[in-house]
């Protein structure tokens, strides 16, 4: 089993261009996360998915769209690109919200 | 304001000390994660506790939800625990997390 897999690994973007990390994970579980860590901040969570079908806003929601395209594939979307969202994005998930979250290896974003 | 705190920020011990990293959290909470992250970056859950107490080989967890406080220890520390310790409440008000900014451990041989 691969786990949580994303893709890039690594990205950088010109201010103003668009990109989506994507996201998947093997182990059938129903919540997916998206989290942005930025020194000195700790783990900051975007948005979340708790089952397919929903998404939900985290703490950090503006600037990003997500998409559950379904249980094993949760992606995250930058439509305009900006300095302030240089980043490591990492996903993870879990069987529910409350329960142990896997995370995947996450993508070092940078925006120039 | 942070709705999790942890201290200390940095920790330094020599090989075989007992260590405890401390959590904090301001929220109503239905569940708090310890996560282990490598110098390399990758992030590693170690417990997700609601109360009392879990064990996993040297490492003990601890919660006390009427003090809204949890501890993680580790006994006779190694080298390899060197890491960066990550606490996280998931407040059921709205379904969030809160995540410290976590422990820098270095154990020296």
């Known amino acids: 089993n691969a786990g949580v897999t994303q893709t890039p690994k690594f990205q950088v973007l010109k201010t103003g261009q668009s990109m989506t990390l994507q996201c998947a994970q093997d182990?059938?579980?129903?919540?997916m996360y998206w989290y942005r860590q930025d020194p000195g901040m700790g783990l900051r969570l975007i948005y979340y998915?708790?089952?397919?079908?929903?998404?939900d806003k985290g703490e950090v929601p503006n600037g990003y769209n997500v998409s559950r395209l379904n249980k094993r594939e949760f992606s995250l979307r930058l439509e305009s690109a900006a300095p302030s969202q240089t980043s490591v994005y990492f996903c993870?998930?879990?069987?529910?919200?409350?329960?142990?979250?896997?995370f995947g290896p996450g993508t070092r974003l940078t925006v120039l | 304001k942070n709705e999790v705190e942890q201290s200390p920020q940095n920790l330094t011990a020599q090989e075989g000390e007992f260590i405890t990293i401390n959590c904090s959290y301001s929220?109503?909470?239905?569940?708090l994660h310890w996560l282990q992250q490598h110098p390399g970056g990758g992030i590693v859950s170690l417990f997700m506790?609601?109360?009392g107490k879990k064990k996993h080989g040297r490492l003990i967890a601890t919660i006390n939800i009427q003090e809204k406080h949890s501890s993680l220890h580790i006994t006779a520390s190694h080298p390899r625990d060197s890491a960066v310790y990550i606490c996280?409440?998931?407040?059921?008000?709205?379904?969030?997390?809160?995540f410290g900014t976590g422990t820098s451990l270095t154990v020296i041989p």
């Open positions: 182990m059938n579980h129903n919540s």
């Open positions: 998915s708790a089952s397919e079908g929903t998404t």
């Open positions: 929220v109503g909470i239905s569940a």
């Open positions: 506790l609601s109360s």
């Open positions: 996280a409440a998931f407040s059921n008000t709205g379904n969030q997390f809160y």
């Open positions: 993870a998930s879990s069987w529910e919200l409350t329960d142990t979250q896997y």
